[in-house]
């Protein structure tokens, strides 16, 4: 299977020093890759590198075989690759649909194609709870609600890959489900999708694989379901996890 993302030595930082140093990692077509790690080990540092609101010092992201570490954001987009920030992720000021008409209109501007409904039946089925609300302003919506504008936003452009940062947080547990059936729905559709999840076990069923950081590195790689039957997942991503308690075929790649 080909990779539809590649990391390689990938350095970046926000002062002096760099907060990544050298992150190794693949996303595999079709695939589901979910990073976890303690906090502060780079993980967001690591989603703004990739979508472009941070510079690449060295090293290469290389998406459907091309470089795109020198793109902008927005060009990033155009190339194939969405991005679902952590917060601030929808116009609250603006109703559900102008979100989803900026969205489309910004961000795809010399990719989509003719605009016709603001969701496909695709999307509306996978977002339910969006149709009926198009003139609602966003700041009213619940916050899975909001989470789910902001999903929807993302796939407006039909991306290659989508590029989540902790989409569960704050989240009340029927709205996690509903988020990670979601994720799973989306990737079924043929998106590949790299995610960073704090609820660790949650991301992990709808995973196949599963990336470990820790100080700016990446500290394991392995399939999701084996790190699932690892009795020291909780020191995983706790970051207190020792190299020979990494099961053999979990070798970083
Ligand atoms: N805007 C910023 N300016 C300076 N340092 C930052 C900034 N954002 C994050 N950092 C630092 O970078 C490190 C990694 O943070 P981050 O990537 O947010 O970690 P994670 O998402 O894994 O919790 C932390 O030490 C954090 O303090
Ligand atoms: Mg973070």
């Given at each position: ?72 954001p927005p060009e990033r987009v ?176």
């Amino acid at each position: 299977m080909s990779n539809v993302l590649e990391v390689q030595g990938l350095h970046a930082g926000y002062g002096a020093g760099d907060i990544l140093k050298g992150v190794e990692l693949t996303v595999a077509e079709g695939s589901v890759v979910t990073i976890i790690g303690p906090n502060g080990s780079g993980k967001s540092t690591l989603v703004k590198t990739l979508t472009g609101l941070l510079r690449t010092r060295q090293g290469d992201i290389v998406l459907k075989g091309k470089s795109v570490k020198d793109l902008s954001p927005p060009e990033r987009v155009r190339a194939g690759m969405s991005y679902v920030p952590q917060e601030y992720n929808v116009f609250r000021n603006l109703t559900v649909l102008e979100n989803l008409q900026i969205a489309h209109e910004f961000m795809s501007a010399g990719r989509g194609g003719k605009r016709g409904k603001p969701l496909s039946d695709e999307m509306e089925a996978l977002f339910p709870e969006l149709p009926s609300r198009y003139k609602a302003l966003a700041g009213n919506l619940s916050g899975g609600q909001r989470q789910m504008l902001a999903f929807a936003c993302a796939l407006t452009v039909k991306p290659e890959v989508l590029v989540m940062d902790e989409p569960s947080a704050g989240l009340s547990p029927k709205y996690m489900t509903d988020i990670f059936d979601c994720v799973k729905r989306v990737n079924e559709m043929g998106v590949s999708v790299l995610m960073v999840e704090q609820n660790a076990i949650e991301a992990l069923r709808i995973s196949h694989r599963c990336i470990v950081m820790a100080n700016g590195r990446v500290r394991l790689a392995s399939d999701a379901a084996a790190v699932l039957g690892m009795r020291e997942l909780q020191s995983l991503y706790l970051g207190d996890v020792k190299e020979a308690e990494a099961p053999a075929s979990a070798a970083a790649g």
